[in-house]
């Protein structure tokens, strides 16, 4: 949809105004009206590294959701703020993991006898509290990108890890890229008692997957790759690890945001591709290969925006813009000291990772 000229032109006075002193960044769920004005777009390992290599912006605004912010609050300096241009775009799956939740889940671990053999891999949709719980037991952050890597590592530290909270990209990851089977992993129910697990099962596994999900990327089935493909003859499915395992299993191409931007830039003229990931990014990349002649369809027939990630529109932008310019400090997400030590170390050790 167009954007309201009025407002383009306010956040464009606002940004000049704040010169060098802000630096925007757009995940790549954003909507267009936003994303015209990221300074940088990417997915979320990329926009962790980007936020960490601005040292001189005061302002770091972040347009995406919460748990992107904290990371790059514990990533900037202290004098760095990071704002959010709404307060209530979060994440449904990052609240699917609470730091009470996996306080207990510890402990039925440490019960069965087997926390000892395990290291945490906590995706980066988490909260701050999930990530100081992953460095302090000695695990590490991974995104999209790097969750085959973060295992490798991690299954080098020790003999089993918890993964979470996404169960699809624990699942995928172990079983697509690592060769495990589906019998290697367990999954731990946090509204259960004991996770809903047996000691022998934890001693059995070696992938104790968090019970949470994506509810954009769950809405595409195995039935919605199969009709695409009859509908689009030829057509490359290319989807997002968050789906679940038996999508992931039909497709063609399995990746991360910046990955799916990638292999569209280098697919051949005449190519056909089905995109399984949230609508603002898919509908933007088909109208931006249309002109080269690669067709881009949504792999399913149903609408999928991320509410949480659209909340961030260009109202918000320009109030949070404006307030910043005229030295009104708002939205800022800041981590307490304690918490932000022990994610960051799980942070630095994604950022290492080879
Ligand atoms: P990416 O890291 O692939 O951009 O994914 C972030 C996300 O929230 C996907 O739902
Ligand atoms: Fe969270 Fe899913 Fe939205 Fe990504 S698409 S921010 S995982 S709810």
């Known amino acids: 949809s167009p954007s309201d000229p009025d407002l383009v032109e306010r ?5 000049e105004k704040l010169g060098d002193k802000v630096f ?5 769920y954003q909507r267009d009206e936003v994303i015209q004005f990221a300074d940088v777009t990417g997915d979320s390992f990329k926009l962790a590294r980007d936020a960490a290599a601005r040292p001189e912006a005061e302002y770091i605004v972040f347009c995406g959701v919460h748990f992107m912010a904290e990371s790059a609050d ?3 300096g202290d004098d760095q703020k990071v704002v959010l241009p709404d307060l209530a775009a979060g994440c449904s799956m990052a609240d699917m993991a609470t730091a009470e939740q996996v306080a207990e889940c510890w402990d039925v671990l440490t019960e069965a006898g087997v926390a000892e053999q395990v290291v945490p891999v906590s995706y980066m949709n988490s909260s701050a509290d999930i990530k100081a719980f992953t460095g302090k037991h000695g695990g590490t952050i991974c995104t999209s990108s790097n969750a085959k890597r973060a295992l490798d590592w991690a299954f080098e530290q020790g003999e089993k890890v918890l993964f979470l ?17 589906l019998d290697d992993c367990v999954l731990y129910n946090p509204h259960k008692p004991n996770g809903g697990l047996t000691a022998e099962e934890l001693r059995g596994a070696k992938m104790i997957l968090w019970r949470g999900h994506c509810s954009v990327h769950g809405r595409f089935s195995l039935e919605s790759v199969n009709d695409v493909r009859e509908r689009v003859p030829g057509v490359n499915v290319l989807v997002h690890p968050e ?4 999508v992931v299993a039909a497709a063609d191409f399995v990746g991360s945001t910046e990955y799916i931007i990638k292999t569209l830039e280098a ?9 399984g990931t949230e609508l ?12 080269e002649g690669k067709e881009i369809v949504f792999l399913d027939r149903t609408v999928c925006f991320c509410s949480t990630m659209n909340r961030i529109d260009l109202p918000h932008l320009v109030w949070t813009l404006e307030s910043l310019a005229e030295g009104n400090l708002v939205n800022r997400i800041q981590v307490d000291q304690e918490t932000e030590s022990f994610a960051k170390l799980a942070l630095e050790r994604m950022l290492a990772l080879p």
Do not use: Y
Not at 165 to 181: F, K
Not at 243 to 246: F, G, K, L, N, T
Not at 267 to 275: F, L, Y
């Open 11 to 15: 956040a464009r006075a606002a940004k």
């Open 24 to 28: 925007v960044l757009g995940h790549h």
């Open 74 to 76: 514990i990533l900037t």
């Open 165 to 181: 909270p996404d169960q699809h990209l624990g699942r995928n990851t172990a079983v697509r890229d690592m060769g495990m089977s």
């Open 243 to 246: 789906c679940r395992h038996e």
């Open 267 to 275: 697919a051949p003229a005449g190519s056909k591709w089905a995109i």
């Open 280 to 291: 603002n990014l898919v509908r933007r990349l088909a109208n931006r290969f249309a002109g």
